[in-house]
């Protein structure tokens, strides 16, 4: 079996919209913000890494869907796991859980690495995919 | 060929990240700011509605491919089409376009028509199909 | 000596701007988020209360002092004290802290209880008064 | 009498919070949008002058009254004037109005001019002086 990384999460006051349920897009923000912290559980936290590594690693494609309403302030945690892992990109699969362990929302983002200074494709370092790679996930193909 | 809706944008100042571009999730928001411009655009503005309609239209999947980073002040309007328009559902289409035309982003969401009171499906009201009919994509299943 | 609660925290890289440091506006969002964390500490959270408490206490006055930037990743904990504390309303005082526990950004934010049904001012909660007094500033007036 | 800039706006559908109306913090976000676009009007666009201008003008300070409650689509225009304008600083006034010319917020933002290099404070450039002072209102100091 894969490792599974889970960041805590709820839904946030100011990320409810009009309909009084979590906008939409804010599902994106908290798949993101359980990335940084999944980087940092890793080792390489971003925010030191950013200004000055040889490559960055943009997000090129995200999805969700979007199984039941978020709440303000309900449990939404963020599980993570590698669901394809490239030789100079990779795939993460979300799941936020809550309300006794439901499936809220699933989705994936997709990160490509390239140089810094060209912006052309390059291996992922090899830090990163030996880090990743415990998270695989065990369906993946 | 079927109509395009353009809802006119830049990039935000605040929606840039610290890697200097527009967060990814950001474009989600442009999304639905153009959806509900458009909505109103069809004389059914959301905010007229969103409180005693008997129907609901929650979104239930969206995605999208960041082609080129998009900065603070550049121009990247919204053009919609409707990608599929269902009984019960209909999926929306994205390009945002700016930097002399190019397409920067694209992407869609999935929008289920539902009771307000029980969440079971129902159709689409009727005039909001035939709203939507002239920006069905030529070029869609 | 009064007591100080503190919310742990750090710029989000989703919040800074086009500028390079934490948009604004943002601090303000992280003074409510700390609020809330606060309520909770004092074991009454307000998305507990929120659809059925009988007052509410919206807020009417919000300020702050941007001494240094904040940057992604840096630390930015939020110290919340009571600034004052009245009979039908109260002041919370918040600092920022970080890059060695120097001052980022200073504000205040005062709330008003009302009559849920009406928006007449009344008297707040007696629990909430009672829980909100240890925090209350030593300097304060 | 003095110029008043006037920059349309409606409570966004993702602004909207858990409570149902516009998140404290957000008024902040317009005020700021309202400001961009003035120094547009004022052709002093900030997207173009980011990145290479000798100077920055930061923002170290902002307040805010809240009034009366935004809500999902309802008006909420900006009217911007100068409160005060230094040698080196400015003072922005800011009332948002809507639901039938009502004042909902109002509040400023205070804006020094430093160096870019040292962060000195220096001289706000004539140009920009100049062009602030039709809007200088009549009844400040």
């Known amino acids: 079996m894969n490792q599974v990384y889970v960041y805590p999460h709820r839904g946030r006051f100011q990320d409810i919209d009009a309909a009084g349920i979590l906008f939409f897009a804010r599902n994106f923000d908290y798949f993101h913000d359980a990335y940084l912290a999944f980087l940092e559980h890793l080792e390489m936290p971003l ?9 960055v690693i943009p997000l090129v494609h995200a999805e969700a869907d979007f199984a039941k309403p ?3 302030g309900t449990r939404c945690d963020v599980h993570i796991e590698v669901a394809r892992l490239g030789t100079s990109s990779f795939t993460l699969a979300y799941t936020l859980r809550g309300d006794g362990d439901r499936v809220l929302t699933t989705g994936q983002t997709v990160h490509c690495c390239v140089e810094r200074a060209t912006f052309a494709s390059r291996a992922l370092p090899e830090r990163l995919s030996a880090a990743l790679k415990p998270y695989l996930a065990a369906t993946s193909p």
């Open 47 to 55: 925010h030191e890494h950013l200004d000055d590594a040889e490559f």
């Open 70 to 72: 978020i709440r303000f």
